[in-house]
């Protein structure tokens, strides 16, 4: 399955990165079974734990089935967004509330 790799080339693919299909492999681009597996998965966008999880397999095992993705340009991956996060100043004015109580 990841013929002898224990972790993938590329860092930083987080857990909670958004893995996409681009597009399927051509005749010529002979994909392993969890490697069409993901791409069946990610045609909508899925987070890498989710797909782990669906497939079964250790997340480090992912990792490097994407990498071979990734190199035929057959997913995109997306870091995770920042939108959800809390600000900073609204974070403290709750710390500053609690406190008066």
Known sequence: MTRGRTSAARPGIELISLISTVRPPTRD???QP???RILALCRTPMA????AARLG???AVVRVLLDDLLDHRL???SPP???GSPDAR???AVIDG???I
């Not at 890498?48 to 797909?51: D, F, G, Q, R």
């Open 90 to 92: 609204l974070i403290q």
């Open 57 to 59: 397999l250790p997340v």
């Open 98 to 100: 609690i406190r008066r």
């Open 29 to 31: 681009q002979r994909m």
């Open 75 to 77: 997913v995109s991956v």
């Open 81 to 83: 967004s920042a939108v």
């Open 34 to 36: 969890e490697q069409n």
């Open 48 to 51: 890498l734990v989710e797909v």
